[in-house]
């Protein structure tokens, strides 16, 4: 075990993201009994935890020694400034990842950077390790919102296994379930993500025990989910006044099913391949019913230009770059584009599966009083049809012609 390398003197305040989990336990115990800072703890609640688990977490926090706990509640924030736009751009991270915990690190290192700023600390502490992707957007982000504040992250810098996290922790008496730390679970409104020994390598899969949501529900349902301007609004015939409400209630439906479950290959930041577990049941059913929804109110090149956008928007927020301002001239493009996005889409639920039905909107291109595909036309007759197949591909025509002559 190296030591952590930071000349800071004893007494110093430090800011620390804190979720209860192993890694941020170790942090405030070794920099308040090693170092001796003034450790003052923040957990961002991005929709991961209920009041009781909240309240847990500050009771373990002051168990553990820090000097002053606090709870930010950024669930409606969260959506507002990230998660509205990854279902605008039906955002899926190499068509697979709903970004679940890359969008909620960028908005839980922005709210940690403001408490730093508030509490006038010297330094700010992470618990990343140094293989992933959140210790580059934890980073960026501070050095970026609060430039001068020292960062400190003892997992990555003393290149700490979860074992001789565990054995620290269990020498200082800390008493918490080390079992379940054995997987590293990061729980959020927009999904879940699950990293253990099974992930650790290219073949595996995560044991039934691992997955948070266990798979309760086994007769197929159907449910109804009714957009505004892009926004989810209605469950079934309930309405939420905010679009994060309906998320989470939406999760309660569709979790018990087990949907949404998947393993995650990617390229991280640093270069290196990772793969993670993640449960995401509303987060899945959602964007595709959103896509659904688009595909028969938008023009085509309105989908093919917000898909290349929204692929680039979601590499660079996964890549921890929130802060680019080309992010707002994105979002401008993505929220402009759900003008017509309004209707309802009817999904059928089953254990690990969902199909979408269908859809109703007063919005619909496909509306049979312009004509059938495949069936017949109203709109136009077939000299129309003629004439334009000869003219649209005029060009092409002199440019064969042309080659034709000169060989």
Not at 3 to 12: E, F, I, R
Not at 391 to 401: E, K, L, V
């Amino acid at each position: 075990m190296s030591n952590l390398p930071t000349s800071l003197p004893a007494g110093t305040k430090v800011v620390l993201g804190f979720s209860g989990g192993l890694d941020t336990s170790y942090c405030v115990k070794y920099l308040t009994d090693e170092k001796g800072y003034e450790v003052h703890s923040v957990i961002v609640n991005t929709g991961g935890f209920t009041s009781e688990e909240l309240q847990q977490i500050e009771a373990h926090a002051y168990k553990l020694g820090v000097k002053s706990h606090t709870t930010v509640d950024a669930v409606k924030s969260y959506y507002d400034s990230i998660i509205r736009f990854l279902i605008y751009g039906n955002v899926l991270k190499n068509n697979t990842y709903p970004l679940s915990v890359s969008a909620e690190r960028l908005s839980q290192a922005l709210h940690i950077a403001e408490h730093t700023k508030k509490l006038g600390a010297k330094a700010v502490v992470h618990g990343s390790t140094g293989a992933g992707n959140d210790q580059v957007r934890f980073d960026m982000v501070f050095h970026i919102m609060i430039p001068g504040v020292e960062i400190i992250t003892p997992i990555r810098d003393m290149k700490l296994s979860r074992e001789e996290e565990i054995s620290y922790l269990k020498s200082k008496g800390v008493e918490m379930n080390f079992e379940k730390a054995a997987y590293s679970i990061n729980k959020g409104l927009w999904g879940t993500s699950v990293g253990g020994k099974e992930t650790l390598h290219s073949k595996g899969m995560l044991p039934e025990e691992a997955w948070p949501t266990q798979v309760t529900k086994s007769a197929a349902e159907e449910i109804k989910l009714s957009f505004e301007k892009g926004e989810l609004r209605k469950v079934n015939e309930q309405y939420f006044s905010h679009p994060a409400e309906a998320i989470q209630y939406l999760q309660t439906i569709a979790g018990p099913f087990g949907i949404g479950r998947d393993i995650h290959v990617g390229d991280t930041i640093i270069g290196i391949k990772g793969r993670v577990g993640f449960e995401a049941a509303a987060p899945m059913v959602i964007l595709k019913a959103h896509h659904a929804l688009e595909k028969h109110v938008l023009t085509k090149w309105q989908l093919s230009w917000k898909d290349q956008l929204a692929q680039f928007y979601g590499n660079w927020l996964h890549e921890g770059q929130i802060l680019d301002p080309v992010m707002r001239d994105i979002e401008v493009f993505l929220q402009h584009s759900q003008e017509q996005v309004t209707g309802d889409v009817f999904i059928q639920l089953a254990p690990y599966r969902f199909t979408v039905i269908g859809i109703e909107s007063p919005n619909d291109l496909m509306s049979s009083k312009f004509g059938k595909y495949g069936e017949m036309n109203s709109g136009w007759t077939g000299e129309d049809v003629r004439g334009f197949s000869k003219i649209f591909g005029n060009q092409t025509a002199i440019y064969h012609s042309i080659k034709a002559d000169q060989s």
